[in-house]
C-alpha cells in the first residue's frame, strides 16, 4: 500500500470523512557548506527519498484537530489559536506555526481544519524532519483554501518564518529551501546572502549513505543558538554584515581583532563558504575525489573549529573514510550528535555499511542506523 493511500484511510478512521488534500516534502541532507546558511554564504543541499505527508481538510467550525501516525489520539485546539504549545504537544508548533505564517505572508489558509502526518523520515538525525513537515503543512493548508500550490521561495520562507518566529529556532533557509528546491538526482544550491536557489547534476554512479549516530546533545537547541551568537558577535568585531562576505585571505589578515574562540568560529565559516564553492566547481570538472576530500575537510573543521560535532560522529567519518570506495564524510546538518553522510562509489554496499556498523557497535555498544539514500524531488501537493 502506498503512503498516499496509507495516510488517507488513516485519516478517515481518524475523522469520519476522506482528506480533501495531501502533500509531501522531503527530508534533506547537507551536503557541504556547515552553519554558512545563516552567515550569507553558499550551501548544497539534496532532497531524500523519505519524506513527510500531511493529510488535511475541512474539520468542524472553531476547531484544529491534529494526529499522526507516531501517536494514537487526536488534539484538538480552538481554532485561531496561536499559542505556542508545550511538552508532549510541542510537535503542533510546526504546523501551528506554518498556519500563523501564511497570515503573515498574506497567504489562503483555513478558518479551521484536520490534519493528520505520515513520515518515513527520522526525526532528530539532521534530516530536516521538521522543515519537511513545515513545508507539507503549508502547501497542504493553502490547498485546503483553495490555493493550487505555493512557489518554492516563498514556501521556503514561510516554513523558515514558522520556525525563527514560532518554533523559536534561529536557522537559515538550508532546511526548508532544500526541500522546496529538490530535485531527483541534483544538488540545490543556495547563496543564502540573496537568498538564490539553483540545481546542479549530481554525477553519476555515485552513493549517497546516512548514518545515523542515534545521539542528540540534550542542550542541543542551545548549542545551535549558541554558535548563531557567537557568528554575529564576530561578523559585527569585523565589521562586516556576514563573516561569509569575508575571503579567506581577507579573514586571515583580520583574525587577530578577535578573541580565540571567535576565530575559530569565524575560521569556519570564512573556509567553510570558500570549500563550497570548490565542491561546485569540482563537481563540473567531474573529480569526485577532490570533492570527497572537500567534504571530509568539512567534517574536520567542524571538529576542531567550529566544535559542533560529537565523538560518535567523528568516529563514524574515521571508519568510513578508511573504506575504499568511500568519497569522503561529514556530519550533515546542525551537529552535537544525528548523523553523519558519506558519499560512496557504487561499490561500497550493504555489506561495507554493516562493517562500519559493526565497528560502531563495538566501540559504543548500540548500532547506528544506516540510511542508503535517493535524492528526490521537492515538496509538492499530491491530490
Ligand atoms: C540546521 C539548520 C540550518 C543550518 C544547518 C547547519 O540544519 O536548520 O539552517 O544552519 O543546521 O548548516
Not at 527519498?49 to 485546539?77: C, I, M, N, Y
Not at 527520522?122 to 534530516?127: I, R
Request: charged share 20%; glycine share 10%.
Amino acid at each position: 500500500m502506498s503512503q498516499e493511500t496509507k495516510i488517507a484511510s488513516h485519516f478517515e478512521q481518524l475523522y469520519g470523512y476522506p482528506p480533501a488534500v495531501i502533500a509531501r516534502a522531503p527530508g534533506r541532507v547537507e551536503f557541504i557548506g556547515n552553519h554558512t546558511d545563516y552567515n550569507g554564504g553558499a550551501v548544497l543541499g539534496a532532497g531524500i527519498d523519505r519524506h513527510v505527508w500531511v493529510a488535511t481538510g475541512r474539520g468542524e467550525p472553531g476547531k484544529f484537530r491534529f494526529s499522526s501516525d507516531q501517536k494514537a489520539e487526536v488534539h484538538t485546539l480552538p481554532a485561531g489559536t496561536t499559542a505556542k504549545q508545550t511538552g508532549a504537544l510541542a510537535w503542533l508548533n510546526y504546523p501551528l506555526g506554518v498556519w500563523v505564517s501564511l497570515g503573515k505572508a498574506g497567504v489562503q489558509r483555513p478558518a479551521e481544519f484536520d490534519l493528520l502526518v505520515h513520515s518515513d523520515l527520522p526525526g532528530g538525525a539532521g534530516l530536516s524532519s521538521s522543515a519537511a513537515l513545515e513545508n507539507a503543512s503549508a502547501l497542504a493548508l493553502a490547498k485546503l483554501a483553495g490555493l493550487p500550490t505555493i512557489p518554492p521561495q516563498r514556501l521556503a520562507e514561510i516554513g523558515r518564518d514558522a520556525e525563527n518566529n514560532f518554533v523559536g529556532v534561529p536557522c537559515g533557509i538550508l532546511d526548508q529551501g532544500t526541500s522546496a528546491f529538490a530535485q531527483r538526482d541534483h544538488l540545490v544550491c543556495i547563496d543564502c546572502a540573496g537568498p538564490r536557489f539553483s540545481t546542479t547534476p549530481m554525477p553519476p554512479g555515485l552513493r549517497l549513505w546516512v548514518f545515523n549516530s542515534l545521539t542528540k546533545h540534550a542542550l542541543i537547541d542551545g548549542m545551535y543558538a549558541k554558535r548563531h551568537a557567537e557568528c554575529q558577535e564576530a561578523a559585527k568585531a569585523l565589521g562586516v554584515k556576514f563573516l561569509a562576505l569575508l575571503t579567506p585571505a581577507e579573514f586571515h589578515a583580520r583574525k587577530a581583532a578577535l578573541a580565540p574562540l571567535l576565530a575559530k568560529r569565524a575560521e569556519h565559516i570564512v573556509e567553510e563558504h570558500a570549500r563550497v564553492g570548490k565542491v561546485v566547481s569540482a563537481l563540473a570538472a567531474g573529480n569526485i575525489a577532490e570533492v570527497g576530500r572537500l567534504m571530509t575537510a568539512s567534517h574536520r573543521s567542524s571538529q576542531h573549529l567550529f566544535e559542533n560535532s560529537a565523538p560518535e560522529l567523528d568516529f563514524l567519518v574515521d571508519q568510513l573514510t578508511a573504506v575504499p570506495g568511500v568519497f569522503g564524510a561529514r556530519l550533515t546538518g546542525g551537529g552535537f550528535g544525528g548523523a553523519v553522510l558519506a558519499l560512496t562509489r557504487a561499490d561500497f554496499n550493504e555489506d561495507a555499511a554493516r562493517d562500519v556498523a559493526a565497528a560502531y557497535q563495538k566501540k559504543y555498544g548500540r548500532s547506528p542506523e544506516i540510511l542508503p539514500l535517493q535524492t528526490a524531488d521537492g515538496a509538492r501537493v499530491l491530490g
